[in-house]
């Protein structure tokens, strides 16, 4: 069978819904923060596969998933420590315990 | 040009003397004033007379009519072209007679008024707000413009509060004027409405070229006749609301509650106004317009003769019942006032018809003389007993001699015993009413017998009866000559007055009007007021059982003319329950409940929603994302709606 | 390679630039706070002159980069608030022991948000914007010992992470309808599809994100509340300030096809945004959240003014207008805040009751700035929320103006909250005098003369309206 | 003449008040400055009708335009006709009264000066502004002011009464806004003089008369949204209470008049029933809620709803006469009320109550204070030879030649309010002033103070001159209420 875009489209998507719903579900941060890490991949796979099957003749697609890529480590690393330092204050990382700003 | 400022300076005299009273009197004039207001208008009385004189005898009379001569006219408010407010002083018969009659009577009050209020701590302010009166009052009669006639109505309206509240420590005085000025203002908005529709049909407020317009066949009489309101045409309803406002300031019935108490203000005061001139007012109206009444609305000089005919019997019968000498002399004064009405309202226009218009004004100047002295002397009692009870008094007739002539004179005078002044009088009135308006007449005559037993009543009450003994009025007397001279003046008036020849003078349509006095006729009111006195020289002469057993017969109906048949009762009721409990009361509630409950329940609700939705802002990540996951969807669907 | 090109990007050279300097000076090690905060004022005050050179406009690097007159205008606008804040914040930043990682990581932000701007291609927008918004983050947590601040901070990382996956998934949407990422093609590529009106809402959300529209606001308040003031400020200014730009330019040229369509969601969120916001701050307590709600309301009436898209350069130019007006008058209301939380660490109404008995300066401020917020004259603000009113008229849309004129009511209402506590109520423990510093006392003259004087300079508006043509 | 200079001065006079070091400093400054307003005030009377004299039938005299924001078209434009002339002198009289009385304001002396001057160039604004866009600038300019008048300087429940009126007006503003919108919308400019000439579409007219009429309506007192009034007016300080009755209702009226009436005619024509019936409504029911008042300061406010209710009539009734009566009732309301509240905050000062059953006999311990109620009374009952007679007659007249029956039975009912004032007034009087001396320590207090006399004889010249020689007032308003007819009458056609 060949894959066509609309298969590799509908993996991203559903990768992108897994990762809504991972983000919405989850009650650890860490996990939250893989989930959205699912998000970007999808995006990433999107930007392949329209500039593979679509638009061959420029790299637009693929160069903006190397940024992509490269960024998401950035934000994971800041939201990391950031995680770190909810365990330090919090002694907890699960986003329920945080919500003392409210209302 | 140096006639006319003459009669300008005759109203402005006393304004000045009232500007300058009123501003620095209280301070730096206090010894003063009383000189001060009484040379004032000495000079406006000089002016009068010989204004009156020159208008009389000299310039007047243009081919045998006496014309109204405008001697200033002043814009002073614009309305609309021909529209506008002038003030201006227009001389014709009525209004010579008037000034005349104010500024003398004012002018024997004012004397008078040097000793009776000798010593007042207020004496300078006294005598700035009878300045202003007599001002007001002059303002009044000379008017050009029925605007102007409006404004100074009020101007004397005012004075009248500020006089009779004189005393305003006292709480009566503060009520008295507070309802004299309430009521009349309740009638003059009657006035203002009428003003509005007659300017607006005459096109006009000048007084001349309304009559001119309402009286012969021109568009703006036709436009008056032909639109009609609530069955009346709007030339008969502004007649009638221009009367409503007469009837309020000379006290017609049912608008006449406010007189008797009026009685409150010091006594000078009440002779001034409340007797000779300010009440007076509403008959002179009405003689102002009299050639519209007469030619073009009969119907509401109908009204006017009724009117005046109820008052006048009414008064009466409640002054037979009252025991306070001011109260008494106050509804003799609404029910003399009532003959005036009733006479203008039993007259015609021109000639012989209009015999009652001279009679009234004839009877509004005697009445003015043997009314103010009747106060005056009044005053002079209550100077020496200091009450104004019945009981307190009696037997007075030797302490008091100069006041027991004088009074016994004017009491003759308004009971209509020739040849005083009040005889001619209420001949004339007499006279044309029996032409007109056959149960008028009998009214009148049933009045005059009334009359004479109420004046006698009190005469006999306080001068015989019994013995009166004070050591503080023996110690003060009759009083200064300051007081006495008024009283004896006015006594001569009012045995000569009467033959003055009015009827050559004041007449409806400004001819000369022949009239004797007709002996047959004067048999029968002659016959009913001696009938009263008698009776009051039975009953009263001295003290015995009779008029208690006589209150007693008469029973329920005596007691409702004791209490002034409970016309003061019902107003309460009106004002005080109704207007108050059923408009004033729920207009404040629905102010504090309704539109600023309204107003603040806004805010409220807007507090509310703010903390409804506050769980909105939970805090918890995951419900925010779950929400910007919704919003999205939400857009989508806004998009889908829109988007074709 | 030619040299001019740097002309153009003066103000980021700049910005690196400083950045640098501070990152080797950190590395040295002995230049203390005071030190510190000196150079970079200085230095940002000195780049702020770059404005005056001469400058070169048009599109470098193949689209990736374009400056124009508004461009300029914006990034000065957004230049001075930064130095406003960074004034202000004195005496927080005095003790602070992370100065120059506080100084450097703003200024990348700023730097991101410039690139941002100035892209003319969604990848370098992209870069931007993650540029702008990832050292913010960390920046929320610089109360290292709040507990507050890390939730505030990681509030902000995670969803501002997946708002901006939200916005690539759109992005590669687009990317697939039209095969390029170029304005200026997608301009014309875009012209409603659905798919591409999918894509459209995806990207619109991640911007409502970073403008904090309802209901894309909710990490708003907390994270204003939860982070220092100065970043607060940073965030409610500057970072939105930026956002409001770019949104405006991609609306109305990247999306402009869909103008008819995108101005009902416009108006329908404006609504809500303001009625929100306004119900929201009606019963806060804390300043800062009480800001981040007052500005979710600003941000309302922002967008109303966006969506009079019928005359394009009325509306940039007075949302341009309204922003420069903004930085001042939020800024003042920061600058008060600030001060009085680094020196007595009190955040609340409550705490200002009788300011003005004890603080005079302050508490006129503030006081200036407040009614600024709620446009009164004869503040700036008052000229700056009617014009935005009128360019939203434009479209004939009188519901939605009469909706927002009756929502001044409700804001003037919570404004005066603060007024009354500082000016007729009494405190039984009144704040104590406060001694500013110079920088501060800079920062709040600016303040109070840009608030004060903006509506009457006459040609400004019609200097930013002529620039705003060339968007 | 230079018009801006009736903004300008006050706003420097505000600004070297707050430069001043001392309560005295500040006091002299204010007096000073308040006084070369009332100078520019006659000033520019005079040059007015020396303008007019020498033949100059411009509808605007002095006028000055400079462009604003020029691609909103906005525009600094300023120029006066007679109605704003006569606008200017009540606001100079009433601003020179309300220093006055307040010289011994000792609590944050230099602020009560500094905003009671930025307040009355905010109105000085309003009158003279040929800008829609400058006239809602002044208009919003009072607001704050006056809140803060009210809330730091006032008394009983301030924060309240502040809070209420600055939203309720901000509410009317808002308003406004829409509707200066609207206009905008259509004809692209916001000068009121192209306006005028150029008539709008009717539809535009109206969707937008009622946020206009409205809008203003609230400034000036139209029933219902006159709940601000009362609380607002007594809880205000004595010079607060004065310019809000004095002058703030005003703008109100004046906007009514001049945007709402003069540039939607035909709007004004079909809304004319419901403007009638609010007026008349909130003149008979203000008088009667007045009469169950029982606190002086209410009591006041109250009847101002009462007698801003005229003015509504009069512009209602859309003939010259009514028109011109309306502005003379403006001019006249202003200074007769400015007047009670400034002999109202005598009383309040020395005797510490408003209560009118707690005074009595005041009139022999306070004589001048006395007269100078008795005359505010005299005046608010519409006495002829004040100022408030000539105005309502003027009304009067001029509703009763729209030939109308039913706007005829509304003028009968504003008629009828008169006697209502005249319960209530003397009622208020009679209480007060006469009667026995109710409380003992009353017995102590002095009479007014230099100061307060001053302000008194001020506004008692005002109120007698205009009474004595209304023409004077009449013939500086009467020709410019013409022009607005004309355009009323244009649109009828």
Known sequence: MEVTLNHILFLSTALFFIGVYGFLTRRNVITMLMAIELLLNSVNINFIAFNKYLYADKLDGVFFTLFLIAIAAAEAAVAIAIIINIYRNYKSIDVDDVDTLKW | MTGDFKIILIPLLPLLSFLLLGLFGRKYLRESSGLIGTLSLLGSALLSVFTAYNYFFVTGKVNGIYQPLVVLQQTWLEFSPGVSIDMGMMIDPISVMMIVIVTFVSLMVHVYSLGYMKGEERFATYYAFLSLFTFSMLGLVLSSNIFQIYIFWELVGVSSYLLIGFYFDRPSAVAAAKKAFIVTRFADLGFLIGILVLSFGAETLDFRTLIERLTTATPQLHGMITTSFLGFSSLTWGLLLVFAGGAGKSAMFPLHIWLPDAMEGPTPVSALIHAATMVVAGVYLVARLFPVFAISAPGALHVVGYVGALSALFAAVIACTQTDIKRVLAYSTMSQIGYMMFALGVSGYGGEHGLGYMASMFHLFTHAMFKALLFLGAGAVIHYVHSNEMEDMGGLRSKMPVTHLTFLIACLAISGIPPFAGFFSKEEILTAAFEHNKLIYGIALFTSGLTAFYMFRLYFNIFWQKDFHSELSDHHGEGPWSMLVPLIILGALAVGAGFVPFSHFVTSDGKELETSVNIVFSVAPVLFALTGILIALRLYKSENETPARLANGFGSFYQGALHKFYIDEVYLFITKKLIFNLVGRPSAWIDKNIVDGGVNLSADLTEDTSGLIRNWQSGNLQQYAMWFFAAIIGLVMVFMSVWK | MDLSILISMKFEMALTLIIFILLFLKIDGRAGNQFFFRITNLLLVLSLGLYFLPARYGQFFSGMFRTSPLLEFEKVVLLMATIIISLSSYHWLKNFNHVAEFYMMILSSLLGMFFMMSSDNLLMFYLGLELSSIPVAALCNFDLDKKISSEAAMKMILSSAFSSAILLFGVSLIYGTTGSLDYYVLSRAVVGTPLQIMAFILIFSGFAFKLSVVPFHLWTADVYEGSPVAVTAFLSVVSKGAMAFVFITTLYWVFGNLGGTWYYMLAILAVVTMIIGNLFALRQSNLKRFFAFSSIAQVGYLLIGISGFVKASLSIGSVVYFVLIYVFSNLAAFGVISVISALTGKETIEDYKGLYRSNPTLALLMALALFSLAGIPPTAGFFGKLFLLTAGSSTGAWPLIIIASLNLIISLYYYLRIVRAMFIDESSEPLAKISLSFSEMAAFLLCAGGILSIGFMKGLFEVIFNISGGL | ?493
């Open chain 4, 1 to 493: 003449m230079n018009l801006s200079l009736l903004i300008i001065v006050p706003v420097f006079v505000s600004m070297a008040i707050l430069l001043c070091r001392d309560a005295k400093q500040v006091r002299i400054a204010a007096l000073l400055g308040s006084a070369i307003q009332l100078g520019l005030a006659f000033a520019l009377f005079f040059a007015y009708r020396a303008e007019r004299e020498a033949g100059n039938t411009a509808q605007m005299l002095f006028t000055y335009k400079t462009p604003w924001f020029a691609p909103l078209h906005i525009n600094y434009s300023v120029g006066v006709d007679g109605i704003s002339v006569a606008m200017i002198l009540l606001t100079a009289s009433v601003v020179v009264a309300g220093v006055l009385v307040s010289l011994s304001v000792e609590n944050l002396t230099k602020e009560f000066f500094f905003l009671l001057l930025l307040l009355s160039s905010g109105a000085y604004g309003f009158f003279i502004s040929l800008d829609l866009f400058t006239l809602f600038f002044f208009l919003e300019l009072a607001v704050i002011p006056k809140y803060l008048l009210i809330g730091i300087w006032g008394s009983g429940n301030k924060e309240y009464s502040a809070t209420k009126l600055a939203l309720m007006l901000m509410g009317g503003s808002a308003l406004v806004f829409v509707g200066i919108l609207g206009i905008y919308f259509e004809a692209g400019t916001f000068d009121i003089i192209e306006l005028s000439q150029n008539q709008l579409s009717v539809a535009t007219q109206h969707f937008f008369f009622p946020f206009l009429f409205i809008g203003f309506g609230v400034f000036g007192a139209l029933f219902p949204f006159h709940t601000w009034v009362p609380d607002g007016h007594s809880s205000a300080p004595t010079a607060a209470s004065m310019f809000l009755a004095g002058i703030s209702m005003k703008l109100g009226g004046y906007g009514c008049l001049r945007v709402a009436t003069y540039l939607m005619p035909q709007a004004a024509h079909e809304y004319q029933g419901i403007i009638i019936l609010l007026a008349a409504i909130a003149i008979l029911y203000g008088s009667f809620a007045t009469m169950m008042q029982t606190d002086l300061k209410y009591i006041n406010a109250y009847s101002s709803v009462s007698h801003c209710g005229f003015v509504l009539l009069g512009i209602g009734m859309l003939t010259k006469t009514a028109i011109t009566g309306a502005v003379m009732q403006m001019v006249s309301h202003g200074l007769m009320t400015a007047l009670f509240f400034a002999a109202i905050g005598m009383l309040y000062s020395r005797t510490h109550t408003r209560a009118v059953e707690k005074m009595g006999g005041l009139l022999k311990i306070t004589p001048f204070i006395g007269t100078v109620f008795f005359i505010a009374g005299l005046c608010s009952l519409g006495l002829p030879g004040f100022s408030g007679f000539a105005a309502e007659m003027t009304v009067f007249m001029g509703s009763w030649q729209n030939n109308d029956m039913w706007y005829r039975l509304a003028t009968i009912a504003a008629c009828a309010s008169i006697v209502v004032t005249a319960v209530y007034i003397l009622r208020a009087l009679g209480k007060v002033m006469m009667g026995p001396l109710l409380d003992q320590h009353h017995a102590e207090i002095t009479d007014a103070g230099w100061n307060e006399k001053l302000a008194a004889v001020i506004l008692i010249a005002g109120v007698v001159l205009v009474g004595v020689a209304p023409l004077l007032l009449q013939h500086l308003i009467s020709p410019s209420a013409d022009a607005i007819m004309q355009n009323v009458l244009k649109a009828a056609l």
